[in-house]
Nanobody, 121 residues
Framework: VQLQASGGGLVQAGGSLRLSCAASGGTFSSYQMGWFRQAPGKEREFVAAIRSSGVITYYTDSVKGRFTISRDKAKNTVYLQMNSLKPEDAAVYYC???????????????WGQGTLVTVSS
């Protein structure tokens, strides 16, 4: 499975961005998809995940109510809509995929390259 993330950029605090992750080389509809992020000097952290059904989603507490993960099976793409961005949201964002989702300790098998999100205060 190959994952190609895009959509990062520079945005002012309070603004919005939508990240996209296009998947290829596998059966997209069967994969659990997610987003992680890594800020400079910090460990990578889970941001959001969506089940293969597209119905069940998970979020880390700090983004609940501001970020929305979704998937378009026709386009083999998963999205992360990020609203009300804060400076602490700045990081390299990575999309990821695996056939299973294991909860808070999820360690997906497949990873895309990162896309940089910068939030100015």
């Amino acid at each position: 499975v190959q994952l190609q993330a895009s959509g990062g950029g520079l945005v002012q605090a309070g603004g919005s961005l939508r990240l996209s992750c296009a998947a290829s080389g596998g059966t997209f509809s069967s994969y659990q998809m997610g987003w992680f992020r890594q800020a400079p000097g910090k460990e990578r952290e889970f941001v959001a995940a969506i089940r293969s059904s597209g119905v069940i989603t998970y979020y880390t507490d700090s983004v609940k109510g501001r970020f929305t993960i979704s998937r378009d099976k026709a386009k083999n793409t998963v999205y992360l809509q990020m609203n009300s961005l804060k400076p602490e949201d700045a990081a390299v964002y990575y999309c990821a995929a695996d056939s299973t989702y294991t909860g808070s300790n999820w360690s997906p098998r497949y990873w895309g390259q990162g896309t940089l999100v910068t939030v100015s205060s």
